[in-house]
C-alpha cells in the first residue's frame, strides 16, 4: 500500500464552524506533514510531525490545530476559520523527515 | 535564503518531442532536490529524487539531472504524450533545514 489517503476531498463551512481533516498511510512512514496549497501556486508546509511529534509549526495561526493520534494518522482541527483559508489541504509521509514525499489528493476547503 | 526558480512557467508542444523543464536554485548546500507532478485539483507525485551526491536519476521516459555548483537541475521527458499533461514541480531540501522549497512549476501541456 503506497497510498496517503485523505478525508473528506471537499469540504465548506461556516466562520463558527468546527471540522476535522484527516489523513491516513499505512506505508509505516514515520514523518508526515500538512501543506496549504493556492490556486497556481506552489504548496506551503504548515505542520511536520516526527516520530509522532510535531518538530515543525510554520508559525501557522492558532485556528489550525495538527494532532497525530499514532504514527498512521494525522489530523487537522479547524475552527473559526476565514474566507481566506480556502485553498487544497495536501497530507504527505515519508520514511523518514527529508526522503521521498508520497502526498494524498487532498481536501479542497471552502470557507463561506 | 533559498530561492527555487522555474523556467519556463508554461509549455505547450507537439506530441512525441522531447523536452526539458529547468529549476535553478540559490543556494547549492542542498540535502536533495525532488521533482513532482501535479494535476488539476489533485495532489503531488513524486517523480525523482535526486540526492546531492548524485548527478542524475532516470525512471522510465524521464531523466533528471543535478549540477549543484551552477545550482541547476533538468527534467528531461522523452517522446511526450497528451497524458504528461500536468504542472511539474522541483523542490529542493537545504542541508540543516527540515522544509522543502518548491519552485513555482512549469504547466507542461502536449498537444495530441
Known amino acids: 500500500d503506497t497510498e496517503v489517503t485523505q478525508t473528506p476531498k471537499h469540504l465548506v463551512m461556516g466562520m463558527t464552524n468546527k471540522k476535522s481533516l484527516k489523513c491516513e498511510q499505512h506505508m509505516g512512514h514515520r514523518a508526515m506533514y500538512w501543506y496549504k496549497q493556492k490556486a497556481k501556486k506552489p504548496p506551503e508546509l504548515m505542520f511536520v510531525?516526527?516520530?509522532?511529534?510535531?518538530?515543525i509549526n510554520e508559525s501557522v495561526p492558532s485556528r489550525f490545530s495538527p494532532e497525530c493520534p499514532n504514527s498512521s494518522l494525522l489530523n487537522l482541527h479547524l475552527h473559526a476559520l476565514q474566507p481566506e483559508d480556502s485553498a487544497l489541504y495536501l497530507c504527505?509521509?515519508?520514511?523518514?523527515?527529508?526522503?521521498?514525499?508520497?502526498f494524498g489528493s487532498g481536501t479542497q476547503l471552502s470557507v463561506l | 535564503k533559498q530561492e527555487v526558480t522555474q523556467i519556463p512557467a508554461a509549455l505547450s508542444v507537439p506530441e512525441g518531442e522531447n523536452l526539458v523543464l529547468n529549476c535553478s536554485f540559490t543556494?547549492?548546500?542542498?540535502?536533495?532536490l525532488q521533482w513532482f507532478r501535479q494535476d488539476p485539483g489533485k495532489g503531488l507525485t513524486s517523480l525523482l529524487l535526486?540526492?546531492?551526491?548524485?548527478r542524475e536519476q532516470t525512471s522510465g521516459r524521464l531523466n533528471a539531472s543535478l549540477d549543484k555548483s551552477s545550482g541547476r537541475s533538468t527534467l528531461y521527458i522523452a517522446a511526450s504524450q497528451p497524458g504528461d499533461s500536468a504542472t511539474y514541480l522541483c523542490?529542493?531540501?537545504?542541508?540543516?533545514?527540515?522544509?522543502?522549497?518548491f519552485g513555482q512549476g512549469t504547466r507542461l501541456t502536449i498537444n495530441p
Open positions: 523542490a529542493v531540501l537545504i542541508q540543516g533545514a527540515q522544509k522543502l522549497v
Open positions: 510531525y516526527s516520530y509522532e511529534k510535531l518538530s
Open positions: 504527505a509521509s515519508s520514511q523518514l523527515h527529508g526522503e521521498k514525499l508520497f
Open positions: 535526486i540526492q546531492s551526491s548524485q
Open positions: 543556494d547549492s548546500a542542498i540535502y536533495n
